[in-house]
């Protein structure tokens, strides 16, 4: 209880609530929405890698079909500016998730490059010689 997987289904279930209701107009998801969130469900709770799952852009192994994956991209780009004011709570966790698991993502590359100093050019080291 309490766990990664439950927080994760509950923020897919919000998301997907929040895209039929403002895509959709309807106050309970609508049928397609409800089997979007139950096949989410469903593929959370039988990730082969349990409660240490990276995040599913992140994962080597994608467990959603190629239609449902997309149905799922168009619900988080909808929900995921709206999570931080409707639910930020739950959306700042998430981003925490995303920041732990970060890896070699190239916007962090930006903090562990040499910097310029007062206009002077870049130092870089001498040519090594080659074998």
């Known amino acids: 209880m309490g766990g990664m997987l439950d927080r994760e289904r509950d923020t897919v279930a919000t998301m997907v609530r929040m895209y039929c209701a403002g895509v959709h107009g309807s106050t309970m998801p609508c049928p397609d929405c409800r089997d979007l969130i139950?096949?989410?469900v469903s593929?959370?709770?039988?990730?082969?890698?349990?409660e240490g799952k990276p995040r599913c852009?992140?994962?080597?192994r994608h467990c959603y079909?190629?239609?449902?994956?997309?149905?799922?991209?168009a619900v988080m780009r909808y929900s995921g500016p709206?999570?931080?004011?409707?639910?930020?709570?739950?959306?700042?966790?998430?981003?925490?998730?995303?920041?732990?698991?970060h890896g070699d993502h190239p916007v962090?590359?930006?903090?562990?490059?040499?910097r310029r100093r007062a206009g002077r050019p870049l130092r870089r080291p001498p040519p090594q010689p080659s074998d």
């Not at 962090?108 to 040499?114: E, K, L, Y």
């Open 38 to 40: 139950d096949y989410a």
């Open 43 to 50: 593929r959370i709770g039988s990730c082969p890698f349990g």
């Open 57 to 60: 852009d992140r994962c080597e």
């Open 65 to 73: 079909r190629g239609e449902m994956r997309d149905r799922m991209r």
């Open 82 to 101: 709206r999570m931080i004011v409707r639910h930020p709570v739950m959306a700042i966790r998430h981003l925490l998730h995303r920041l732990e698991d």
């Open 108 to 114: 962090f590359w930006i903090r562990d490059r040499p």
